[in-house]
């Protein structure tokens, strides 16, 4: 009997090591992840305040592009919330229709 929980304390350990293992491994990711996030709302704000006034699809196509450019990463559903979070009600843009297109542009100033 001991020599069986010896045998399991040891696999046990081992279960053990390689969880630390796949967490650190997650972590990184995750990390890696939130970098690539930071990277590509960055490059999206720079877009916008340099090329507003613009048609909403051709920022979103843009911005999809420079960001897969640059950082390898950058899915238009992604861009799509960066977009979303620049123009909320307290961010510096806006969407508007003009003459039936959706356009991106800065907010008035009050």
Known sequence: MQIQATDKLHENEK??????????????????????????????????????????????????????EKTGHGSQQSVYKYINTLTSVVAPFEIVKENGKKMIRRKPES
């Open 15 to 68: 279960i053990m090591y390689m969880r630390e293992s796949n967490h650190s491994k997650t972590n990184k990711r995750q990390s890696s992840e939130i970098s690539i996030n930071v990277s590509n709302f960055e490059i999206a704000k720079l877009y916008l305040i340099k090329n507003v006034p613009i048609d909403f699809n051709e920022a979103l196509n843009s911005i999809s592009y420079l960001c897969r």
